[in-house]
């Protein structure tokens, strides 16, 4: 079945750690994004990619790097310098053209 | 300034009775898509409507429907007969005109919370 994927479901860290948050897609779609939410917000976005080895700041990258080495994959590494980690964070994409954008089932971050 | 602005925080709705929730946008584009999605409390973001700012006719897909005010710059979400797994936040998003990076990124309202009551 096409879909996102993101893993783990779960995740937890201890301050001061990097961690990166993976995002695998099989629908062929060319643009990627990683939002963040935290409780009782809407989706604030962080990076999002076009095409294959390039990418964009959203509106929230400070503490955050992605890379997009293969137009399946588009990994969101939090640093340490990400003051505030601990939220939910979601992928999406979509396909050059269309609407709506497919989310995966997200990976909730925790630091300890 | 909210671009999207979503006044109910949370709502309540008798099983088998319709809802509307509410969504105000705010652009100067005149090119523009609206989007609801719902988020039940698994956390997955799931697209139930879209509707096109050139669109005429207001979109419809099966128990929901959106209600397209273009002159008051509002997109309710109607549902009908609602059901308990209908249960969920639901959110309301825009995508405006390409920015200068030619990509289209949605902008998010807060969302409102619905509960279905049996």
């Known amino acids: 079945d096409g879909g996102i994927t993101q893993s783990p479901k779960y995740l937890f860290r201890k301050e001061g750690q990097n961690v990166t948050l993976s995002c695998e897609q099989n629908?062929?779609?060319?643009?990627m994004y990683w939002y963040r939410q935290d409780p009782g917000q809407g989706l604030r976005l962080i990076y999002y990619?076009?095409?294959?080895?390039?990418?964009q700041k959203g509106d929230i990258a400070e503490g955050y790097s992605v890379s997009r080495e293969k137009k399946e994959s588009f990994p969101l590494t939090v640093t340490s310098a990400q003051k505030n980690p601990t939220a939910f964070y979601l992928c999406?994409?979509?396909?050059?053209?269309?609407?709506?954008?497919?989310f995966g089932p997200g990976t909730r971050l925790t630091v300890l | 300034a909210q671009k999207i602005t979503q006044t109910q925080p949370g709502m309540f709705v008798q099983e088998k009775e319709a809802v509307t929730l509410d969504c105000t946008y705010d652009?100067?584009?005149?090119?523009?898509?609206l989007f609801w999605y719902k988020q039940p409390s698994s956390g997955e973001m799931i697209f139930l409507i879209y509707?096109?700012?050139?669109d005429e006719q207001n979109a419809t897909e099966g128990r929901y429907s959106l209600n397209f005010q273009k002159a008051r710059k509002s997109a309710n979400l109607v549902i009908s007969a609602s059901q308990l797994g209908d249960s969920a936040m639901y959110f309301c998003?825009?995508?405006?005109?390409?920015?200068?990076?030619?990509?289209?990124?949605?902008?998010w309202g807060l969302g409102t919370s619905l509960a279905v009551n049996p």
């Open positions: 509707q096109g700012s050139y």
């Open positions: 990619s076009q095409i294959v080895n390039d990418f």
């Open positions: 629908l062929n779609h060319d643009a």
């Open positions: 999406a994409s979509h396909l050059a053209g269309s609407g709506e954008q497919f």
């Open positions: 998003a825009m995508r405006e005109g390409r920015d200068a990076g030619n990509n289209r990124k949605l902008i």
């Open positions: 652009t100067s584009d005149q090119s523009y898509g």
